[in-house]
């Protein structure tokens, strides 16, 4: 069972590229309130969480990816209103 993602168990979750892109956002949030720190230690997180935001937009990209695939290939998805999966088992 996915407590986050849709699914047949959760069909009011959300799509991952849209859980990423809040992570996203909250971490350039994070980044902005340690940005003026010229402390060694708040250089060094702020570099890793530029490399981590990096990481997250490139998976954000992948997911929409996958979404614009399935669209093409088997129309919008139907699965939040009880509709079959357009792909994998059930």
Known sequence: MTRHLVSDENPTGYKLEDILKEIR??????CTKIVDDQRTEAQRVLE???KILNLLSKAINLAEDSTRIL????????SAEGGPHRIGET
């Open 25 to 30: 956002k909250d971490a350039i949030t994070r």
């Open 71 to 78: 669209d093409k290939s088997f129309g919008p998805s139907q």
């Open 48 to 50: 890793n969480n530029m």
